[in-house]
């Protein structure tokens, strides 16, 4: 995802441990208690997967993030899309 260079968003930290959990987010900005995942759907696409990305956004979300999700489609073809919905979300959120 280097929509952060090319749209001038705030550095983002990659593979960030939900604290209290064994997950890791795919992108997330700490301060601000944002995580952003983008899905792929693919040989690794099952029940069971379904089950863990369900389980991993609740226990985020409790954790008090918000979470935005998009897919790699989303992220190739609508790179401006993404990274508006990221600033928004960012503009939203109030650092800890």
Known sequence: MDLVGAHRLPRR???HPLAG???RLDYAWPRNRLAVEVDGYGP???RQA???DRER???LVLAG???LRFTR???RRR???VAGSVRRALGASRPA
Do not use: E, I, K, L
């Open 13 to 15: 930290v990659r593979q």
């Open 21 to 23: 959990t064994r997950y």
């Open 79 to 81: 790179p401006a899309d």
């Open 73 to 75: 489609a989303d992220v």
């Open 57 to 59: 956004q609740n226990a």
């Open 50 to 52: 379904f089950q863990q």
């Open 65 to 67: 993030w918000a979470m």
């Open 44 to 46: 690794g696409s099952s």
